[in-house]
């Protein structure tokens, strides 16, 4: 007998269920009579199988679900779940990284180096530097990339960049063609929303200037395993600023890449009117009534922020641009795209 251990169902419970499929409204006994099985054991499956929505009970009787369809609702459920705790996380780290305590770890742990406060930060805490000091930015972030060290497993490094930008932080890329093509590789086919992305050859390695005050460097251009350094005295900061703003004048705009004109981008109120509606699972219709304007017009509206921020979905774009509580973000899964 096949395998169904997926289904939660025994080699027992599968010739159950069959019986129950066979014989529509058959009660506890009749299934027993079929399988010559004895009724307690049968009572048993019966009641697991009918809490798992897998049959149901009609008057002392019996009635069979569609296992097709019940395993489509229950991937359906389970991603949701998925998607509603990667929210909550993404929060949750929002948080952490906005406070102190990610810096007094660092100092109890003396990895400051140098007299001027240049930190050494190892490899593994790279990601989480970068996303911390993006969390911090209130001006300006700059970020050059080159190499293999992009943010695929990274994904609270691109919420942090998203974050920054939807706090009205200017942001400035500039990658390698490499590190384009890989990024346009992997399997969403787009670039992580940094902000408008130039292409230079130039690119030495990996990068990152928040506002003036601070640059995060790799220690060995040639080799990222070695950590980075996390710099503060204000000329080195400046200079690094210069390079990547030179880099990326000198550089070529990706067009798809491009942000809109000014003209075509909407407003922060109405923004968060409708990221707020698509977050309680308000269809576009009903986003249109609450805000007085047309349906095509918030199917425009809502293309445009998915296009932005470059989410896939409703629920992927609430997860990068709200801070609202988990529970509320799976509201929008199943609602139109």
């Known amino acids: 007998m096949t395998n169904l251990d ?114 050494l930060v190892t490899h593994g805490e790279v990601s989480i530097r970068i996303a911390e000091l993006a969390e911090q930015a209130t001006d300006t972030l700059r970020f050059m990339l080159a190499g293999n060290e992009g943010f695929g497993p990274n994904p609270h490094v691109i919420r942090a960049f998203v974050g920054a930008a939807k706090r009205g932080v200017r942001l400035t890329s500039v990658w390698t063609p490499e590190c384009i093509a890989a990024a346009r590789g992997a399997p969403n086919g787009r670039l992580p929303p940094l902000g408008q992305v130039h292409a230079s050859r130039d690119v030495p390695y990996r990068a990152v200037v928040a506002d003036g005050r601070a640059v995060l460097v790799q220690r060995e251009p040639d080799d990222p395993s070695l950590g980075a350094l996390v710099i503060t005295h204000h000329p080195t900061v400046a200079l690094y600023a210069h390079l990547i703003d030179a880099l990326f004048r000198a550089g070529q705009p990706l067009s798809p890449n491009v942000p809109p004109p000014a003209a075509d981008t909407l407003d922060p109120q109405r923004e968060s009117q409708i990221l707020h509606l698509i977050a309680t699972g308000a269809t576009n219709d009903l986003i249109g009534k609450n805000l007085g304007v047309s349906t095509r017009t918030v199917q425009r509206e809502v293309s445009r922020l998915m296009e932005r921020y470059q989410a896939r979905n409703r629920i992927e774009l609430i997860t990068l641009t709200t801070d609202l509580p988990a529970d509320q973000v799976g509201d929008a899964v199943g609602h139109e795209s």
């Open 6 to 119: 997926f289904l939660g169902l025994t080699p027992f419970g599968q010739q159950v269920y069959e019986q129950v499929a066979l014989h529509p409204y058959a009660d506890t006994e009749g299934i027993a009579g079929f399988l010559g099985a004895d009724v307690a054991a049968v009572a048993a499956e019966l009641r697991d199988q009918a809490n798992r929505g897998q049959i149901r009970s009609v008057g002392g009787a019996w009635l069979a679900e569609d296992l097709t369809q019940w395993l489509d609702t229950e991937h359906a459920r389970q991603q949701a779940e998925q998607a509603t705790a990667a929210a909550e996380r993404a929060r949750q780290r929002s948080r952490l990284l906005r406070s102190r305590l990610p810096a007094a770890h660092r100092q109890g742990t003396r990895k400051l180096v140098g007299n001027d406060g240049t930190e």
